[in-house]
């Protein structure tokens, strides 16, 4: 049986789709009148954010202090270029303050359907996901950092050399594969998780082996961190998170001669949306060709950080144009024009990244 094209992009959020969040929150006891006076001020300064089309605000009848949001947006990009922002971290701030714990679900919208949606006069921008996206259960995920010049072989040590945590979360929850990589002095640790992200990214923080490895590293961070402050570790993790805003695969079983590789694309200024898209499209394009040795890419964007994680068939430079996201010199040309760096360096060698560990489950965990 052919797999369509779209059948093997799992994730996108260049389709164009609707997309509906959802923030889960439980509150620490007498916070709610704060809490709601927090909403009112937040509600209104995201109305006049392009894409935005509505929230709601919806209290527990069984539980006051369990509340909910969500909102409704014309597509991802528009809401990730808002949720992603350093003025989000702040506008967001004092809901947090007030919360035991927070939930974050992003959703396209596939159908709508009743009375209510008969008559609705959708955003001209705006429309439903066209077929169901078909996928393992795996999310994605990668988090993102800098640190002191000069550090950067102490780092890559310590990131090296602790031991794995239990891959096992809980019935539902399974950490499948770590993969950790550095670009000059930045770090990019991505991950694949079975079941509940957030239950995995707490299991995996919670873990003493982790915990020492983190603190080995604060001081050489860039940014200071406290992880014994639960607002600050917040903060920080907050700003580090880069989702993943597409994936596409092969459908075939992997085999034992692929390798897993990343590239850097620092994108210019305003460019990030534009790039993440564009390297997107090209692996649509490349993944029609059978011998394509690309078999899996996944795309990770926050502003102008733009990470492409991709696992190769055989020798990474058998193919530089596509592993590298490009093909012919018309698509480098654009790609040299949404990039920082221009001329000679836009191309896989510079962009490269340095492998630190790839770590996997084992098979039953």
Known sequence: MTTTLSERVSQSAFDGSM?????????????????????????????????????????SFENPSQWLITSEWESAPQYLAWVNSEHHAEQVKPLGACARAMRPLKF???RETGRGYDQAARPAGARLQPVPRLGAGIVRHALTFTVKPGSEKQVASIL??????????????????????????????????????????????????VRAVEEAINPHLEQDRDLNDPESARMFFMRAAVPAVHHIAAPEPESADVERHALFYPAKPGCGTALARFLARQDEAAAVRP???????????????????????????????????????????????????????????????????DRRAPAQS
């Open 108 to 110: 396209t919208v596939l």
């Open 160 to 209: 090296s050399s602790y031991a794995s945590p239990a891959a096992r979360v809980d019935d539902h929850t399974r950490l499948c594969r770590t993969s950790l990589f550095m670009h000059g002095n930045r770090v990019v640790r991505t991950v694949e998780v079975q079941g509940d992200l957030m239950a995995a990214l707490r299991h995996v923080s919670e873990q003493p082996e």
């Open 291 to 357: 011998a394509s040795p690309v078999r899996s890419s996944t795309i990770f964007q926050r502003d102008d950080i733009v990470v492409r994680l991709i696992d190769v068939r055989g020798p990474f430079d058998a193919e530089p144009e596509t592993t590298f996201g490009v093909h012919g010199p018309r698509k480098a040309a654009v790609l040299g024009r949404l990039m920082a760096e221009h001329g000679e360096r836009v191309h896989a060698a510079h962009h490269t990244m340095n492998l630190i560990t």
């Open 19 to 59: 997309l509906r969040v959802v923030l889960l929150m439980d509150l620490h006891e007498g916070t709610q009148q704060q809490f709601f006076e927090a909403y009112e001020k937040l509600r209104n300064e995201i109305a006049s954010i392009p894409g935005h089309i509505s929230d709601q605000l919806c209290q």
